[in-house]
């Protein structure tokens, strides 16, 4: 049969693109790249090194430089519980991003008038300032604010702001960071979802056996990628926390921030000890989502 | 019981679209059987395709699939299946997965889903790809998959969305082989979007011409070609020759003179236009027998000429093979067979020749 | 309240030492300790600074709070930020207050420039314009009993309070504000024990 033959032929994958042109060109393209390169590392790595630096003790403002982990334990339990406390608000706020912004991005891709609505309120957060979203979520959630008001329930308001679970802060984050996810879901889903979701139905998937084999593994690159970005995010900001937040315990950056402006100027160290512990922790957080991403097919 | 496929009248317009995309249109298939429906660009096969799978909801008419009216079944239940003109298999799923994505969803175990997807690749002739990455198989490949996966459903019906076009000759043909394989083994219901006539012929037992939404003749494949409902299905099957005259007693008179029609079938009387397949008059050199012509013009159609000849007044049309060495403005004679012959209701206004090259492409 | 419970600010040094702390703050931890059930939220937490307590206050969640300013009541008071009822409250025991004070850094390269910016905004009219609640509500640093005619004249036209009793009133029985090196022990001690004690 000569279709057989035909076939047999055509069973080879396609050659690649030609190795010494594509070498070539990404050597050209790394080339082009290298300024912007240059300037972040040196912005970023020279102030990632003074900054441990000065959490040794190599850099103090008085006194001679002596290398010492004195800064690392002068708060050593508030230092844990500050880690404890920031990863639980930036995962807790993360998760809740995710689901909400996961949940946005479906509806945006309704295309209806409530997806252009959805769309819209989402591009309309993205430029608030954190700070702004922080005061305006006090605004509305603390206990003399306006929905307590709007229900009268000013003695039985829970303690949303600088309560016990941070739930403002939680809110504030998963508000922000879910416009965030929401976009950049919609961005990815956009091109080709209907096509394979019309694909999926005629293959006899419902909607929640769409959403679940075909839908979410889709968006699953963009949601790891977006989660990540504001998980770091939330971990590593401080002005929502200390607006909305509570004195003690403290989050890691607000930690940092006040003994940066601490009146003892010998507490900079220690400033910067948990500015260097909240950077290892966010590139933890980036390297476990660089192996989750690699186990993704899709992302090859 | 399988009684197949039953459209009732289906109409369905777009917004900010003129042109109904359907209008009153009535199809009966046959289980088992395959239908083509050829149409050129815009005149809503794909409307036609998606709205018998449910993904486009009709204004009025229905679809009903042995005998229930599928009306309130959502597309997930229809027991259809779609195969459209880009593969999209699964980015996120390997080649197996794909395939055994119908069982999966069913909540088939995994390793029953997957034996059963390995046969369905065996039966594409894409055995042990199942490990693959989707991106690295080629078009053709992929499509085939998509075929695979498809059928790995068990539809009743298979809607085919212009599966093949994308694919490059060869390809196609041995495409056609496998379908002809897969309805031998599986025997499926079929509706095939086409605009390719030769492939419709190739894989169809049922031809569906559509224009502008309506449905203008539902035959079988050799009766489009010689019995034509209308000229414009002549037209749209590439028919060329349209030879004005008035029918009387199964005899046509023209300007060439009296042609007996075909006797097994009735004839209606009065002005109707003769229509002849260029491929079936028959060209002879100017000492034979058979009406004179003056040839205008000679078209190469790689083995074949199409031959542009003038016949009292009458503009024609033949392919020719390439060896009686004809040149523009020689004498031939011409014969035209009585069992090819067929007429349409009604005069025709002539068409300007001389005639542009009949292909679907040019008309799209 | 460190004052207080050490019997008056007498028995207080004003200049930090450890030994004092040491002697001092537990009578102090402990008055706190025992406030707690008293406090917003029972003392779980506390405002973060003397903005959200004054936040707090105008929001109705606290019954009182704490300023250096008490001539800015006046106007906080009139457009409606504070409660109308809201009072100053003068202990027996006296209060803390302070002045603002300009100084002249010693590495200053300008100082016959800053000396007169100094003596312009310790004139009379500066000083008074100050105090003027519609202004900024601050009280003067000048000893009235020192004031020109012209001046004593520019600080009685200042409208009085409802809210904020006269100067005199307030300033009974002051107590002097400690050095600068008990902040960071008091506070480092009450985070520990009071704040983080939770």
């Not at chain 1, 709007?150 to 879910?178: H, M, N, T």
């Not at chain 2, 036609?48 to 009903?64: C, K, N, Q």
């Not at chain 2, 203008?216 to 050799?222: A, R």
């Not at chain 2, 020759?241 to 009735?266: C, F, K």
């Amino acid at each position: 049969m000569p279709a057989a033959e035909v076939l047999t032929a055509r069973t080879r994958p396609r050659p690649r693109t030609a190795a010494g042109h594509g070498t070539k060109a990404r050597v050209q393209g790394l080339l082009l790249a290298v300024p912007a390169v240059l300037l972040v590392a040196f912005v970023v790595v020279g102030g990632s090194a003074m900054v441990a630096a000065q959490s040794l003790g190599l850099m103090p403002l008085v006194g001679r430089p002596e290398l010492s982990t004195a800064a690392y334990t002068a708060h050593g339990g508030d230092l844990l519980v500050g880690v404890g406390l920031s990863l639980a608000i930036a995962g807790a706020s993360t998760v809740l991003a995710c689901l909400i912004g996961f949940a946005a991005a479906l509806i945006m891709m309704q295309g209806r008038w409530c997806g252009k609505l959805v769309a819209a309120m989402s591009s309309l957060s993205i430029p608030v300032p954190h700070i702004v979203g922080a005061a305006t979520a006090g605004l509305l959630l603390a206990d003399s604010g306006l929905l307590a008001r709007v229900f009268g329930a000013a003695e039985r308001w829970p303690d949303v702001v600088g309560g016990q679970w941070w739930l403002a802060v939680i809110f504030e984050y998963a508000w922000k960071e879910s416009a965030f996810v929401g976009l950049v879901v919609a961005g990815t889903l956009a091109t080709r979802s209907v096509d394979y979701e019309e694909t999926a139905a005629l293959l006899g998937a419902g909607r929640l056996g769409r959403l679940r084999h075909v839908l979410l593994p889709l968006s699953l690159p963009a949601l790891i990628i977006s989660g990540t970005i504001a998980f770091i995010y939330s971990f590593g900001s401080y002005e929502v926390a200390w607006l909305l937040g509570r004195p003690y315990p403290e989050p890691l950056p607000v930690m940092a921030l006040r003994l940066y402006n601490s009146v003892t100027l010998t507490a900079r160290p220690e400033a910067a000890a948990v500015a260097v512990v909240t950077a290892v922790v966010s590139l933890g957080a980036a390297l476990v989502a660089l192996a989750c991403l690699r186990k993704i097919p899709l992302w090859r | 019981m399988r009684q197949g496929l039953d459209l009732q009248g289906l109409s369905k317009s777009f917004k900010g679209s003129p042109v109904p995309a359907l209008e009153e249109f009535s199809l009966s298939l046959a289980p088992g059987s395959c239908t083509a429906v050829l149409g050129p660009s815009g005149s809503g096969k794909s409307t036609l395709l998606r709205t018998v799978a449910g993904l486009e909801i009709p204004d009025r008419g229905s679809v009903l699939l042995d005998g229930q009216d599928l009306a309130a079944v959502r597309p997930e239940r229809r027991g259809m299946a779609m195969v459209f003109q880009r593969p999209l298999l699964f980015p996120h799923l390997n080649v197996l997965d794909n395939v055994a994505f119908a069982a999966t969803i069913r909540g088939v175990p995994r390793r029953r889903a997957r034996a059963d997807a390995e046969a369905f690749l065996d039966l594409v002739q894409m055995e042990g790809t199942g490990k693959r990455v989707v991106s690295d198989l080629s078009g053709g490949q992929q499509q085939r998959v998509a075929i695979a996966r498809g059928l790995a459903a068990r539809p009743e019906v298979l809607l085919l969305d212009e599966p093949f076009s994308a694919l490059d000759p060869e390809l196609r043909s041995a495409m056609h082989e496998l379908l002809a394989q897969v309805r031998e083994k599986l025997n499926p219901t079929i509706l095939m979007v086409t605009h390719d006539r030769d492939e419709a012929a190739a894989v169809a037992d049922h031809l569906a011409v559509i224009s502008e939404g309506k449905l203008l003749q539902h035959s079988t494949v050799q009766e489009m070609y010689t019995r034509p409902a209308s000229l414009q299905v002549s037209r749209l099957m590439g028919g060329t020759n349209e030879i004005p005259g008035t029918v009387r007693d199964g005899v046509h008179y023209s300007a060439l003179g009296a042609h007996a029609l075909p006797g097994n079938h009735q004839w209606p009387e009065g002005p109707a236009t003769m229509v002849i397949r260029q491929e079936r008059i028959i060209l002879l050199d100017e000492h034979s027998p058979g009406l004179p012509a003056v040839v205008t013009g000679i078209r190469n159609r790689g083995p074949r000429k199409l031959v542009t000849m003038e016949a009292a007044g009458v503009n024609l049309h033949a392919e020719a093979t390439a060896s009686p060495a004809l040149a523009t403005g020689d004498a031939v004679r011409i014969q035209l067979p009585t069992p090819e012959l067929a007429v349409v209701g009604g005069t025709s206004e002539h068409r300007s020749a001389p005639l542009t090259s009949p292909d679907w492409k040019v008309l799209a | 309240m460190l004052y207080s419970v050490s019997g008056g600010y007498a028995k207080v040094p004003l200049a930090f030492d450890q030994d004092a702390f040491d002697r001092l703050s537990p009578a102090l931890l402990n008055e706190l300790e025992d406030l707690k059930p008293s406090l917003w939220r029972q003392g779980s937490t506390y405002p973060k600074s003397s903005g959200e307590l004054d936040a707090l206050y105008a929001g109705g969640q606290v019954d009182s709070t704490m300023t250096y300013g008490p001539a800015t009541l006046t106007k906080l008071v009139a457009d409606g930020t504070y409660p109308a009822t809201t009072k100053v409250l003068t202990l027996d025991e006296g209060t803390v207050g302070n002045a603002s004070f300009l100084a002249i850094p010693s590495t200053s390269g300008q100082r016959s420039g800053a000396m007169v910016v100094a003596n312009i905004a310790l004139s009379e009219e500066q000083q008074a314009t100050k105090a003027d609640p519609r202004i900024w509500g601050q009280f003067p640093v000048l000893d009235s009993d020192a004031l020109s005619p012209e001046g004593r004249a520019l600080f009685e036209q200042l409208p009085t309070s409802p809210v904020v009793p006269g100067y005199e009133v307030l300033s009974k029985n002051a107590n002097p504000e400690l050095a600068a090196e008990w902040v960071p022990a008091l506070d480092e001690a009450w985070r520990r024990q009071i704040l983080a004690g939770g």
